[in-house]
């Protein structure tokens, strides 16, 4: 479980949601471009849009959920009695899986309106922390789905 946190907190933090041609690339909060001359990043915010706050809500939301599944899953293995199921951290689980899937899908659908100020978007592509977020949507729903079915054993 912590292996996804890791992989959601890559995708919300790192700076390569959107690419172009490797000198600038955005990310939720951050565009940033590469100077050559003096061979430095120079990044400015992000121009706030709805969609762009809303896919940064609820990526935030999904790394908070996955956060506290894996507290209440800590919880639960002491205090869960034998036989017991897991339900409370496969729902939070679940809960992190579809705010990471409608993030992803915002981003994937509204993209023009996310980047408007930014430059011409047939040159770029997305870049490997949106598609490390797709990768994460199934594992967090798989997670959840195989928590609410586990039980304690001695």
């Not at 690419?19 to 990044?43: I, K, M, P, Q």
């Not at 790394?63 to 869960?80: H, R, Y």
């Not at 930014?118 to 199934?138: D, I, K, N, Q, T």
Request: hydrophobic residues 45%; aromatic residues 16%; negative net charge.
């Amino acid at each position: 479980m912590s292996e996804i946190i890791n992989a959601y907190l890559i995708s919300c933090m790192i700076q390569s949601w959107w690419v172009w041609d490797g000198t600038e690339h955005s990310d939720l909060w951050y565009n940033c471009r590469f100077d050559n001359e003096t061979e430095a990043w120079f990044c400015a915010s992000s121009e706030e849009t709805e969609w762009l706050q809303a896919v940064q809500v609820l990526m935030v939301l999904s790394v908070v959920f996955s956060a506290i599944s894996f507290l209440i899953f800590l919880g639960q293995l002491f205090t869960i009695s034998k036989g017991g199921l897991f339900y409370l951290t496969g729902v939070c689980q679940a809960f992190a899986g579809l705010n990471a899937f409608t993030a992803a899908l915002i981003y994937t659908l509204h993209n023009k309106e996310i980047l408007e100020d930014s430059r011409e978007l047939s040159s770029g592509h997305f870049g490997y922390c949106f598609y490390l977020a797709w990768v994460c949507v199934p594992l967090l729903l798989c997670s959840g789905i195989m928590y609410i079915h586990l039980r304690k054993r001695e």
